[in-house]
């Protein structure tokens, strides 16, 4: 079953937890967590304390996106502070197998994200060392951006490669998801898809109704 992660980016952090218990309370399963540096993306998020201060409260599975500059420094902190995968930029690594190595060896779940600009088989080498594949629909670091249509193409790769090597990974996509084209991202196999935008803005339990009826019409014409 395709799960939709809502990226807590686009929340309003004057009401972040009313926002996530109405996420919990529409069955949202995965809660995809945004840390920037300012150094790999131009923006800056938030870090470890905004992360620990959630976990206690939420059951949902963290998925943290870390969209920084050498993000092993940083492993066991974001362990400790409750993140349960960990997603790093194969970009922003000098020794990814050895940054995956360590997400693993914590007790996270480790997975690689590519850059719109970045070929699949770059991460050829470590898909058998991975438990997800991120993505990236969009340049990462701001939120609010147009899907790039031509990265959906590396959604069809991904799941041939898996088929041909005998692995597990699950594919996920973010950037750009909308209503308008949730149907038809979903519709090239990926597993778990993340929107922003589209699930805070107005009302998060309607969007949330929404997005995943639209989900679940892959297999229909998109409108």
């Known amino acids: 079953m395709k799960q939709l992660a809502p990226s807590i980016l686009a929340a309003d952090f004057n009401c972040l937890g009313e926002q996530l218990q109405r996420l919990e309370q529409s069955g949202i399963q995965y809660l995809h967590i945004d840390v920037m540096d300012g150094m790999f993306v131009p923006s800056i998020s938030f870090g470890m304390p905004v992360i620990k201060s959630l976990r206690d409260r939420y059951k949902m599975f963290f998925d943290v ?26 970009e922003a690594c000098e020794d990814l197998t050895a940054t995956l190595k360590k997400i693993r060896e914590v007790g996270a779940k480790p997975a690689v994200s590519l850059c719109p600009e970045t070929a699949v088989k770059e991460i050829i080498p470590v898909l058998n060392q991975v ?9 990462p670091g701001f939120g609010g951006q147009t899907l790039m249509p031509d990265t959906l193409n590396k959604i069809e790769q991904l799941k041939k490669l898996r088929e041909e090597k005998g692995l597990s990974y699950t594919i996920e996509i973010d950037g750009g998801v909308t209503r308008e084209n949730i149907r038809e991202v979903a519709s090239y196999g990926v597993d778990i898809i993340v929107a922003g935008t589209a699930v805070f803005r107005g009302d998060i339990a309607g969007n949330i109704d929404q997005l995943q009826t639209e989900i679940s019409m892959e297999g229909h014409n998109a409108s």
């Not at 438990?131 to 340049?139: A, E, P, W």
């Open 131 to 139: 438990d997800m594949v991120l993505v990236m629909s969009v340049h």
């Open 65 to 90: 996106h870390l969209m920084v500059e050498e993000p092993i420094r940083y492993i066991e902190a974001f362990r400790k502070a409750g993140a349960d995968g960990i997603t790093v930029h194969v």
